[in-house]
């Protein structure tokens, strides 16, 4: 029953999140009190870097000890090509919960809405500054934040439908995976840690495809 109280709470506070309860905002230097919480943290990402499924922000890089905040690319979609072009040297708002690993606090993503790009912290480092561009090579601004920008691509492609569709496959994953965590609790095996971890980002997906039924079909 210990994990099924905890696959509970973790889908209310979602839920909370994706209502549009925003949950309180903290600094990334006083995200470390907050092990355990869901929060929203802003600050200046100092650098970015993708490896393998996983975009890692970083806020203070050299510091072992700092706030970080890791995407996780298969959930994300409608990330562009280099996520770590987007975020780098932005300000940022990073909403969910803070665990600690290895000594550390940090943040998994698992939805595009809960990361906003909210202003431009200043410019990037002397070693990576480009020559500004002329008026004919300037490319557009990137999105203040993944939420708009997702409601603008759906607008673009069909919306209303296509998010439809996303919310069903959604729904799917998510009762699959609760069948499978309630099999294990009626079992009694007193295992199901692989099975609750499962369920979670599924009913993050399911709250993000609700948001973007509700943002194209109303």
Known sequence: MKHLGTVAAVAVALAGVARGVPPPTVSWQDASHYVGEIVTVEGDVAEARTTGNTCVLEFAPDDPRAFRAILLLPLLTSLPQHPEQLYRGRRVKVSGRIARFQGRPEMLLQAPGYIEVVDVSGPPPAATVAPPP???????SP?????KDVQQRLAQVGGC???RARWREAGT???ERATTLSRCIEGTG???HS????LAPALSELE???QQVEASCN
């Open 134 to 140: 002329t008026p004919a090579e300037e490319a557009p």
């Open 143 to 147: 999105p203040r934040g993944l939420a």
């Open 161 to 163: 439908e296509r998010a």
């Open 173 to 175: 994953t998510a009762r």
């Open 190 to 192: 007193y295992r199901c």
């Open 195 to 198: 099975e609750s971890a499962a």
């Open 208 to 210: 993000w495809a609700e």
